[in-house]
């Protein structure tokens, strides 16, 4: 019984940050709600500054449980700008936790509130939340022939034209890698070889086309490329062979004790505009994130294993960037909640914000 007890309370250890982050989500989007009206005649600039420091605060709290509450260890190898710079954010895709990864980075150079993600569209419809990323800068994307390149093009040139700080992160794979899924890989390698590409292992062959628009659009505003490449310790069985990359429930469970992360800063001038270039490109640099890869989890020397080439430097993140945000939202949900009009405002938030964001972004995301 004893026993039990204690592997029930160790499933459960997700459910305190889950309450919290999906619970601080209406106080948010009513603090966030309100801003937006309040700034519906001032020039957008002034909107946008002041939603991103919103974000920023949310996202913070977001840290403090996927990097203070796990105690996770962060590992960066390469080159991460000390300063922000608007950029695009490539990197591969295994996990739900990639986009934390990008607010990972981003927090360590003062541009946690600029992050803005390139989605699958079918993430538009999340409660609350799917209308606010398309606000916040978001971009929903659908696959292939749907690709809507004008609608993107549109928003992007929306947010330059307002002088928006850019931390645009896309994943080219267009959904995670899973050595389990071995149909999706299959399905991969083969259109590569038709291709005649290179075939890849640990990770899928890339799209190129929200790649080359978001560049192509934004060549003039961008400062370079952020080519990122993430490996989440001990997803190896005890056969040697991958696994998959843990959930957030089980990352939040503390169950992924290391993060390696690889950075390469690629100037702007080094990548090619035409789509067909940059196709090549965007695969030769998918390349090297498998040869990293490959040195990670199959290296012949147990001593180059679970590591990437090069020096890593073990980055902690401090409270002070997140525990502040965490006690802001936490007791304004709080208080909201102690009051029976607070109860029914925060119900209400729920109810007619998701059914409102929907219909938003059916018209309009």
């Known amino acids: 019984m004893l026993l039990s007890l204690v592997l029930h309370m160790y499933s459960m250890r997700c459910v305190l940050p889950a309450a919290v982050l999906l619970g601080s989500a209406p106080t948010y989007v009513l603090a966030w709600g ?124 929306r947010y330059m034209n307002a002088g928006t700080p850019m931390y645009l992160v896309i994943f080219p794979e267009g959904t995670r890698y899973n050595p389990e899924l071995t149909k999706v890989i299959s399905a991969s390698q083969t259109f590569a070889a038709q291709e005649g590409l290179p075939v890849l292992k640990h990770v899928l062959t890339p799209r190129v086309k929200a790649t080359h628009v978001a560049f192509d659009t934004m060549k003039s505003y961008l400062d370079a490329i952020y080519d990122v490449t993430v490996a989440f310790e001990g997803t190896m069985d005890d056969k040697g062979q991958r696994k998959e990359a843990p959930s957030m429930a089980e990352f939040l469970c503390k169950e992924c004790p290391k993060i390696h992360i690889h950075i390469d800063r690629i100037d702007k001038k080094d990548v090619p505009e035409e789509q067909v270039y940059m196709r090549r490109w965007l695969h030769e640099r998918f390349e090297i994130k498998d040869k990293l890869l490959i040195e990670f989890y199959d290296s012949l020397d147990p001593e180059r294993r679970n590591k990437f080439p090069g020096k890593s430097v073990n980055s902690k993140l401090s409270l002070k960037k997140t525990l502040p945000s965490l006690l802001i939202l936490s007791s304004l949900t709080a208080g909201m909640l102690m009051t029976e009009a607070g109860r029914k405002l925060y119900v209400k938030t729920w109810i007619y914000g998701t059914l409102i964001g929907c219909l938003w972004v059916s018209i309009k995301a």
């Open 34 to 157: 309100a801003w937006r009206l309040l700034s519906a005649f001032l020039p957008s600039r002034f909107y946008q500054a002041v939603d991103d420091r919103l974000y920023c605060i949310y996202q913070s709290m977001v840290l403090f449980f996927f990097e203070n509450y796990t105690g996770v260890q962060i590992l960066l190898y390469g080159d991460l700008p000390k300063n922000k710079e608007n950029i695009i954010y490539l990197a591969n895709h295994q996990s739900t936790v990639d986009w934390i990864i990008a607010d990972i980075l981003a927090i360590r150079q003062n541009a946690l509130g600029h992050v803005r993600y390139v989605l699958k569209d079918g993430l538009k419809w999340l409660p609350l939340y799917g209308c606010y990323f398309s606000q916040h800068g978001g971009i929903y994307v659908k696959r292939s022939a749907k690709f809507n390149e004008k609608e993107m093009r549109n928003k992007l040139q």
